[in-house]
């Protein structure tokens, strides 16, 4: 099944679950990350019986998540573009729900001149985890979402520490929809565009990390609940590995496509008195 988190005539929003060609059911549920927080949401969704939304607007999937938490340098592609070794653990960082858009919405970033894009396959929690084995932690997924981590590489760049270029408000992209683990199958391509200009490709079978592994390393440390986000890593192609380095201009156009899930359209508008490129 596909599940969405919409908005509302009203201004609001709703989780609601694809029933055709741009058509949703609205599910009694403010957004997808609350109907996960029912124990019983697959029952909810089977007996759904909302209104008919047609031409829907997307908010971010689960934009209430509690913990937003990001693995960096999880594609071998990527690892060596950025001059690194392939790691033992898994390197994370956290982000706030604050960061999180819909998949159609105009991000807008002010101060910084190096804005790059990630390309990302996201992982929904399902079910609380602590202390969870890999099995345990793969029956914990909810399912499968496309994000893109966004980076102000200025700003990512000043410290050893990424928290600052990554963590800005209204800047990470995610949805349009989340896929369940039966619908989904067992990897995905992963593109990323710059008004129309594949900039990356991979596939997720070549993550260092898959998806129960970083469910069930993170969960050794804190508790992960439903509606949680894991960002799995992006592919090659990222602006800062290019020669020169590349950086999102004013107006720019980033899709981010996933086979099988779907796709982010995000115009950028940026504000810097700092020269894109410099």
């Not at 829907?56 to 950025?82: F, S, W």
């Not at 105009?106 to 396959?121: F, K, N, T």
């Not at 893109?148 to 000043?158: A, E, F, G, H, Y």
């Not at 260092?208 to 592919?235: C, K, N």
Request: net charge negative; glycine share 12%.
């Amino acid at each position: 099944m596909k599940l969405a988190t919409l908005r509302t005539a009203s201004g609001g929003t709703t989780a609601a679950i694809a029933t055709g060609d741009a058509t949703y059911l609205a599910l009694p549920a403010s957004d997808v990350g609350a109907l996960l927080g029912q124990p019983d949401w697959r029952a909810v969704v089977d007996a759904a019986a909302g209104e008919t939304i047609g031409n829907p607007e997307y908010a971010a999937l689960t934009p209430n998540a509690r913990k937003v938490i990001c693995c960096g340098l999880n594609y071998g592609d990527h690892i060596q573009e950025m001059g690194r070794e392939l790691p033992e653990y898994p390197t994370l960082f956290a982000k706030y729900a604050d960061t999180l858009v819909g998949a159609n919405d105009a991000v807008e970033v002010h101060g910084s001149g190096r804005v790059d894009w990630e390309a990302e396959l996201a992982v929904v929690v399902g079910s609380e985890l602590y202390r969870a084995d890999e099995d345990q932690a793969r029956e914990a997924i909810a399912g499968y979402t496309v994000a893109n981590d966004v980076s102000m590489r200025d700003w990512q760049n000043r410290t050893l520490q990424w928290f600052q270029g990554k963590a800005w408000d209204a800047t990470t992209p995610v949805g349009p929809v989340m896929v369940t683990p039966d619908e989904a199958g067992g990897h995905f391509d992963v593109r990323g565009y710059v008004n129309g200009e594949l900039v990356q490709q991979g596939n997720t079978s070549t993550l260092v990390f898959g998806p129960a592994q970083l469910l069930s390393y993170i969960s050794q440390f804190t508790i992960l609940r439903p509606g949680d986000l894991v960002l799995t890593g992006t592919p090659g192609g990222v602006g800062m590995g290019m020669t020169p380095p590349r950086f999102l201009q004013d107006g720019d156009i980033l899709t981010t496509e996933i086979d099988g899930i779907g796709c982010l359209e995000n115009t950028f508008r940026i504000h810097s008195s700092v020269a894109a490129n410099a």
